[in-house]
Structures are given as C-alpha cells and as structure tokens.
C-alpha cells in the first residue's frame, strides 16, 4: 500500500511536468501562430508591389545620381529567421514530453499495474486534448509573379491560415457547410478517440465480473476501428498538401498539434498491449 502511494506521487509529479510541457509547447506555436499572422500581413501583394516599386524607382533615381546600387534586403531575411526560430521553439518542448513519455513508460516494472494504468490513460487523454486544441497544420498562398518584366511579386501571401483540428472542424461545418466531411473527422477524430480512451479508463477501476465484461467486450469492438481516427487524420492532411500552380503556391506546415495527436494514437496501442497483460 505505501508502495501505490510513494508511486501514485511520483507519477503525479510526472503528470504534472508533462502537463507544464505540454502547456508551453501549446503556448509557444500559438505564439508562432500569431507572428506569422502579422508576417503574412505585411506580406500582401499591395504592400509588395509598393516595396518592389519603392526598389526600383530608388535604384533609377541612383542610377541617374550615379550612386551604387544599395540592397536593403535585411529585414525579410531577419524576419523569416525569427520565425525559423519560434517555429522550432514548440517542437524542442514536445520532444521534451515525448522523451519524459517514452522513458516513464518503463515505470510499468516497478508500480502496480492499475497505477500505471491510471498514470498511462491520463497521459493519453491529456496528449488528445492538446492534440485538439493546438494548431495541426499552418496553409498559406504565396503569389510568385513578374509583372510585365518590371514589378516582381515574389512570395506575396495571398491567404494565410493556421488552425488546430477542433477549429478545422468548426470551419468545415459552420462556415464551408461540408457537413459530411466535418462530421466525419469530428466523429473519428474527437468523439471516438474520447468514448474509447474513457471506456479503457472506467475498465480500470471496475471490479464487478458482469459489467467489465460487457465493458472489456465493448472497448474490443471499438478496438477494431481503432487506427480509423489516424486514416481519417491522413486525409485531413494529405488534402490540404502543398500544391504547385501557375503564379501562386499552396504551401502547409505540420505543426504540434499533429505531434500530440501522434503521441496520443501511439499511447492508446500502447494501453491496449498493457491492458491484456494480467499480473
């Protein structure tokens, strides 16, 4: 008993590290997010034909004052480093939790099962709910074009978006109107994900034969749908993949969100392995 207790505190304290990585990594892409925004602001064709013209009317009036050309490229190359750099900023910390993930995972030779169990079910709902809520991919339209050989258009951001999965499905049903293909994400990648994890969860703790036999037959059926949210997820993405056209660009970043909902399709194989080892 004192030893379930030493280790249900320690695994707390190891919920609780991960909650705080979780929480940052979240913090950090919405920053990410939220720069990229002003950046993709700035970026817009207006405001880079305006540059380019600015450019090349000073280099014609330089030219006639016989002065040297004069590149002033240094405040694109600076943004697009900070950017590089808070991009990488929620990935640093996600694979900080992945690592604290993988090696708590060997916490299951040393503490009760139903401990580990419990310690295990959190961490996987805790990865889906950041996996929901954090930006999954950023998509955005960039315009390459010279017009006429005298104003170059070059990477102008014609649209800009970066949104998590709950958004994504929000958008594909309240304002696209695709009914069908929001509700099929929302059910394979949000209630089903949810329903499945807590019924494994409830399994824990039930110790009446009838019920968590009904219950263990129940989480067997959902089992077999159980890589459906990652094909649906696949979709997702592959439909919104980079695509080459013309002048313009479709570009689309994975972002951490994906990551969380990566760790959680990995933890729940993980709790059904567990779950049929008896000790």
């Known amino acids: 008993m004192t030893k379930d207790i030493i280790s249900t505190l320690i695994l707390s304290v190891v919920f609780i590290s991960l909650t705080f990585f979780a929480f940052t990594s979240y913090k950090n892409a919405k920053v990410y997010e939220d720069t990229y925004k002003q950046y993709a602001q700035e970026q817009t064709i207006s ?54 993930i993988a090696l708590s995972l060997l916490s299951f030779f040393v503490v009760s099962k139903k401990v580990f169990l419990t310690y295990i079910h959190s961490v996987t709902l805790l990865s889906l709910f950041f996996g929901l809520i954090s930006p999954i991919f950023m998509m955005y339209i960039l315009l390459d074009y010279n017009f006429q050989n005298i104003v170059n258009i070059k990477d102008a951001i014609l649209q800009f978006e970066s949104l998590s999965l709950l958004e994504s499905i929000n958008k594909l049903i309240s304002i696209q109107e695709k009914y069908f293909v929001g509700g099929i994400i929302l059910l394979f990648s949000v209630i089903f994900p949810l329903i499945k994890t807590l019924l494994s969860f409830v399994n824990v703790f039930i110790n009446h034969f009838s019920i968590l036999n009904k219950s263990t037959k129940l989480l067997s059926a959902l089992s077999k749908w159980s890589m459906t949210d990652v094909f649906v997820l696949s979709i997702f993405l592959v439909y919104l993949s980079s695509v080459n056209s013309g002048m313009s660009k479709i570009v689309t970043e994975i972002e951490v969100g994906f990551y969380f909902f990566f760790i959680y399709v990995v933890l729940s194989i993980v709790l059904s392995f567990f779950n049929r080892i008896k000790i």
């Open 47 to 100: 405001n880079s034909v305006e540059k380019n013209t600015k450019e090349m009317l000073n280099g014609f009036i330089g030219a006639l004052l016989g002065q040297k050309p004069n590149s002033s490229k240094s405040e694109t190359p600076s943004k697009k480093q900070e950017l590089e750099n808070l991009k990488e900023k929620p990935i640093e910390y996600i694979t900080i939790y992945a690592s604290i």
